[in-house]
């Protein structure tokens, strides 16, 4: 892989790009880096951005653009950051893809390659209906890829394993909804800027990881 580099995973909601993100952080050693992680640990540690992040989260409104990138930056600027990073589910929009290019722009950085996890819609209902989470410990399962050993009944803690409203069949395709008309004009962007790579999503989850570090790899 060459000497830092800094990816965005795109995808939709249960294209699996979340678990791709990981992966790609084991095997090549650079933090993944959710947006959802970096304001719990802005807010529980009270820090100034934290502090402003919350005043919007707390009545119920989106965190500004150019705050959400602030605390961004101030994520990559740590010394883990030093030989890259993987964003996953940062940015979300055109608007938000602009500031962040230009932040980083400023500082002389760029990112390297968006990757999309490509899934079609179908695919993605089917796959999330089959999804359960436990009610106590919040463990997760599939039922048809990684099922309980017992059916209905958490491996790890014994309590009840049930299919969360958010991945029921109607939650789901609304979300798609929501995913089409804002996060997909981000395939464009990053295609007109050279640096999209796309991979189908639909194989197998560790045939997907290889057509990644192909990429990364070259």
């Known amino acids: 892989m060459r000497e830092k580099v800094k990816i965005i995973m795109l995808g939709a909601p249960g294209a699996g790009k979340g678990t791709q993100a990981k992966m790609i952080s084991e095997k090549y050693n ?3 880096i ?4 970096i304001f719990r640990f802005n807010i529980k540690n009270g820090t100034e951005l934290g502090m402003e992040a919350k005043k919007y989260m707390d009545q119920g409104l989106l965190v500004p653009d150019e705050l959400t990138v602030k605390i961004l930056l101030d994520r990559v600027a740590k010394d883990d950051c030093k030989d890259g990073y993987v964003l996953d589910g940062f940015p979300r929009n055109i608007p938000q893809a602009e500031v962040l290019d230009n ?3 400023e500082i002389d950085d760029k990112i390297d ?3 999309d996890v490509d899934v079609p819609d179908e695919n993605i209902i089917k796959r999330m209906s089959g999804r359960r989470a436990c009610i106590n410990c919040g463990a997760t399962y ?3 890829n990684i099922p309980p050993k017992k ?3 958490c491996d790890d803690c014994g309590a009840e394993i049930v299919l969360r409203d958010d991945d029921r069949p109607k939650t789901v395709g609304k979300r798609l909804d929501v995913y089409h008309e804002q996060t997909q004009p981000l395939i464009d962007f990053y295609q007109a800027k050279g640096i999209l790579r796309t991979v189908d999503g639909t194989i197998d989850m560790k045939d997907v990881f ?3 570090c192909d990429i990364l790899d070259r």
């Open 34 to 37: 959710s947006t959802g992680d």
């Open 103 to 105: 932040a980083l722009g």
């Open 210 to 212: 290889a057509a990644i």
């Open 113 to 115: 390659f968006a990757i």
């Open 151 to 153: 059916e209905g009944i």
């Open 142 to 144: 599939h039922m048809e």
């Open 30 to 32: 650079i933090p993944h």
